[in-house]
């Protein structure tokens, strides 16, 4: 039976993350944080002192570079950047990157050989609707605001130290109207996704559910 795909998409601090990573390694899957790939681009562009204004600069430099994103490790050319991408500086650069259209289909199309024997539980913005529109198993994860912004505020790989809830909250919910407007791929749940509120929910109970779900699928051993 063809390992499955899985598409996990919602805002940031919807739980996205953690969910997939557990449901990854239940199954024997790789697990790929497609925001990671947005991330590395801005944070190379930073570094090269290209303009996110400047599309086909930006395109030109996705084009050249290696990225690989495991689920401990990003890497981009080969340097390791998994902390340096968890940063506000890198959170605005990635929501500028990722409104390039030009640049996501260079990412996208990565994204998609990556899934391309199944065995995969990819997280982000357009996994169900653009990435994978076939996707075995799609999921729309969210939760209310304050939760999003008090698990973001705590995330030590996100900020390296607690940040404050209030500051996070802004924005927050700045990056998510800006990923929900965008004419490149927005952010909303495919029609055929499974809507699931994580808000004051035990992730543990999340994992469950969406176990289930993939066991109903009838297809979720392997990988
Ligand atoms: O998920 P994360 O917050 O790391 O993503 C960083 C940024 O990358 C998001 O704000 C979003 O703009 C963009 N992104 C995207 N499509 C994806 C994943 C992330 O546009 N599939």
């Given at each position: 039976m063809k390992p499955l795909i899985i598409a996990i998409d919602g805002p940031s601090g919807a739980g996205k993350g953690t969910v997939a990573r557990a449901i990854a390694a239940q199954l024997g899957y790789r697990h790929i944080d497609s925001g990671a790939m947005y991330r590395a681009v801005g944070w190379k562009a930073i570094r090269d002192g290209?303009?996110?204004?400047d599309e086909a600069a930006v395109t030109a430099l996705a084009e050249g570079a290696r990225i690989d994103v495991s689920s401990t490790q990003v890497t981009i050319d080969g340097i390791d950047v998994t902390r340096d991408i968890r940063t506000p500086d890198i959170d605005r650069a990635a929501a500028g990157v990722a409104r390039l259209p030009r640049v996501r289909r260079v990412l996208v199309d990565q994204q998609r050989q990556m899934g391309i024997h199944g065995g995969i539980v990819m997280e982000g913005r357009?996994?169900?609707?653009?990435?994978?529109?076939?996707?075995d198993v799609k999921l729309y994860l969210d939760a209310s605001p304050e939760e999003r912004a008090r698990r973001r505020a705590h995330d030590p790989a996100h900020t390296g130290v607690p940040a404050v809830v209030a500051d996070v909250a802004t924005l927050l919910t700045q990056r998510d109207e800006i990923d929900r407007t965008?004419?490149?791929?927005?952010?909303y749940a495919a029609a055929d996704a499974v809507l699931i509120d994580?808000?004051?929910?035990d992730i543990a109970a999340v994992v469950r559910e969406v176990m289930a779900l993939v066991h109903k699928k009838g297809l979720g051993a392997g990988g």
């Open positions: 290209v303009s996110l204004e357009d996994i169900g609707t653009v990435v994978f529109p076939d996707a965008r004419a490149a791929s927005p952010l994580t808000t004051g929910k």
